[in-house]
């Protein structure tokens, strides 16, 4: 069946430098691509979409970028803190009605003074 | 704004008993959703709702019910509680013209024993 997957469960970085979060996508109708950011005891909390005709998506602080070739998607996080800190979920979302997301199993991204 | 609301946050209960999981949001959202998040898992949508008096199987349906009566409010329903539903719920709202960005509520922690 169509999937969301996760190269890595654990990612450490050092204050101030850049993480990069991989996911990896089966589903090629996904209209976007989305990164969710869940902090330990909370619900998950957007950061970031890109459109399917997109490549490349910038925010603050944050850039996704998307690889239809491979079927891959990235976050960049510039500058990472301590309030990075948490599990990042990438997730996709077929078209269609109820606006419906597929979410990955997510990547731990520790944050080390 | 209170965003979207979950009651409990968190609950025991003994196999075969029943309760209905409470989600309430106050940001005039058109859909609503309900997921589990098993351990070191992504979400799994169980539930999705595009409108008051409009309801639709997730990818977990079995085990659960729900309705939509208004456009606040969202309960999910457990009849007879088993192991397997033992997970973390969370109720989710978003608008129907921004619709990769949903709001998740804190989240219900239950466990059936």
């Known amino acids: 069946g169509e999937s969301v997957g996760l190269h890595l469960p654990t990612l450490s970085v050092q204050e101030g430098d850049n993480s990069i979060i991989n996911c990896a996508y089966s589903?090629?109708?996904?209209?976007?691509f989305i990164w969710y950011k869940q902090e330990s005891g909370k619900g998950p909390q957007f950061i970031i979409d890109?459109?399917?005709?997109?490549d490349k998506r910038q925010g603050q602080r944050v850039t996704v970028l998307l690889n239809k070739t491979v079927k891959h998607l990235s976050l960049q996080i510039a500058a990472t803190q301590p309030g990075d800190s948490a599990v990042y979920f990438c997730a996709e979302k077929v078209g269609g009605g109820g606006n419906k997301l597929t979410f990955g199993t997510g990547t731990q991204l520790k944050v080390e003074l | 704004n209170a965003g979207v609301t979950q009651t409990p946050k968190f609950r025991i209960l003994k196999i075969g008993q029943s309760m209905t999981l409470q989600c309430t949001q106050d940001?005039?959202?058109?859909?609503m959703y309900w997921y589990r998040q098993d351990p070191g898992m992504g979400l799994k949508l169980i539930y999705y709702?595009?409108?008051?008096?409009?309801?639709d199987k997730g990818e977990v349906p079995n085990g659960y019910n729900v309705s939509r009566s208004t456009t606040e409010d969202f309960p999910l329903r457990l009849e007879l509680a088993a192991p397997s539903q033992t997970s973390v719920y969370f109720c989710a709202s978003s608008l129907r013209d921004r619709n990769t960005e949903a709001f998740f509520g804190q989240g219900t922690r239950l466990t059936v024993v």
């Open positions: 589903n090629s109708a996904s209209d976007y």
């Open positions: 890109i459109r399917s005709n997109m």
């Open positions: 940001m005039n959202h058109n859909y």
């Open positions: 709702s595009v409108g008051a008096g409009i309801t």
